[in-house]
């Protein structure tokens, strides 16, 4: 069993729209990453959180570590935002457990 | 400030042979991870190097190696290379004590 579930595996949205990807887990954890991953493989840190909510722009990202579920938002999605997102749960040692990851596609 | 550097970003290796990857981890960062991501999955631990040991390890066999050298860079070594070998390599760096990862570009490593 995966001690980290992502969900969907594969969203579409149309520019503007309302985006939410889900993650939980079943580990203990230190810290959580949302992480993106465009095609070419280059990953970038969107946050690190290890409670409440932290917003960067049109993205915000909230944890609840007591339910072990923390979610993703894309606000006023646009097509730039297309790429695999990641949730990576920390643990103690600092070591990263990585989700499958969140396919998501913003059309014009 | 330049981040995390790996070399090669692609090589072709023959399955026998045997391939070294290198990474630099960012400035101030004395951490380094090591991560295997195969086509269309999620990156998978391979092991973590802190003051030149290595202090984790995730579920890969002997024939992945790996060294910290005293500038904090490091090297992967695979050994005896299968078609399974094949995926993408990500190293990502951190200050020791703290959870904030930088990530590399990665090596597109191809067994043939």
């Known amino acids: 069993k995966n001690e980290v579930e992502q969900s969907p595996q594969n969203l579409t949205a149309q520019e503007g729209e309302f985006i939410t990807i889900n993650c939980s887990y079943s580990v203990g954890i230190s810290a959580l990453h949302w992480l993106q991953q465009h095609p070419g493989g280059g990953i970038v840190s969107l946050f690190m959180l290890s409670s409440g909510k932290k917003k960067h722009g049109r993205l915000i990202a909230t944890i609840n570590i007591q339910e072990k579920h923390s979610s993703l938002h894309i606000t006023a999605s646009h097509p730039r935002d297309s790429a695999v997102y990641i949730c990576?749960?920390?643990?103690?040692?600092?070591?990263?457990?990585f989700g499958a990851g969140t396919q998501v596609v913003v059309t014009p | 400030d330049a981040g995390v550097t790996q070399s090669p970003t692609h090589l072709i290796k023959t399955r026998g042979q045997q391939v070294t990857l290198r990474c630099s981890p960012k400035s101030g960062h004395d951490t380094v991870s090591w991560y295997q991501q195969a086509l269309g999955q999620g990156p998978q631990f391979i092991f973590q190097y802190y003051e030149e040991e290595e202090r984790q390890r995730g579920n890969f066999p002997d024939r992945f190696s790996g060294h910290q050298f005293p500038n904090y860079s490091s090297e992967l070594n695979v050994n005896a290379l299968l078609l399974g070998d094949s995926a993408l390599y990500l190293c990502a760096s951190r200050p020791q004590g703290a959870y904030g990862y930088t990530f590399g570009s990665g090596t597109r490593l191809t067994v043939v």
């Open positions: 990576a749960p920390t643990d103690s040692w600092g070591k990263l457990q």
